[in-house]
């Protein structure tokens, strides 16, 4: 018996040690998991000669509800590396689709394509799906999808508001894309 223990504890300590040496590298701190991040500045104009978004449906009671629910917004906004577009370059579009969803507050269900026309990630798209809580500081949203250098691309992004619009009629917000191809 002592001899088939022994063989027995051989066998086991083989099996660990493959299993070690199989096993992925623990994370670091510093590990960014394989995640691209960058900004990009969406800008949502609603007024003036050339709007970016523009109002598509609405329920009859939309113009009379405190979050506008029920209203669907059609969009292709500028998105550029500055908060301003004269401060920044115009490195794509947000194309898509807002829905007023909430009967609340001010929330939205995006669906829009991050189209990318210049810059490092020219010819690649990012498919952005989420719940968009307007009035909070910070709101995430999946990525679902993508194109290009993108292709099968997973992630979040972040939206930050930097301008309301509530004078200009354009609304600026931050997205912080975290991607992984």
């Known amino acids: 018996m002592a001899g088939g223990t022994s063989k027995l504890l051989f066998v086991c300590a083989g099996a660990v040690a493959l299993l070690a040496a199989l ?39 939309s113009n009379s509800s405190s979050t506008f629910f029920g209203a669907v917004v059609a ?24 829905t007023f969803a ?9 669906v829009m394509n991050f189209v990318f026309t210049a810059g490092e990630h020219k010819g690649s798209g990012l498919s952005i799906l989420g719940r968009n809580e307007v009035l909070s500081d910070v709101r995430e949203m999946s990525i679902v999808g993508g194109s290009g250098k993108f292709r099968m691309a997973r992630g979040f992004v972040q939206a ?22």
């Open 23 to 61: 096993a992925p590298p623990p994370a670091s701190a510093a590990d960014d998991g394989g995640f691209t991040t960058f900004k990009v500045y969406f800008h949502d104009i609603v007024g003036g000669t050339s709007p970016t978004a523009i109002r598509i449906a609405q329920a009859a009671s």
């Open 75 to 98: 969009i292709d906004d500028p998105l550029t590396t500055g908060p301003t577009r004269a401060a920044g370059t115009e490195v794509g579009r947000a194309q898509g689709t807002y």
């Open 102 to 110: 909430d009967q609340s507050t001010v929330g939205l269900l995006m």
């Open 160 to 181: 930050h508001t930097i301008d309301s619009g509530a004078t200009s009629g354009e609304t600026v917000v931050e997205y912080t894309v975290n991607v992984k191809a």
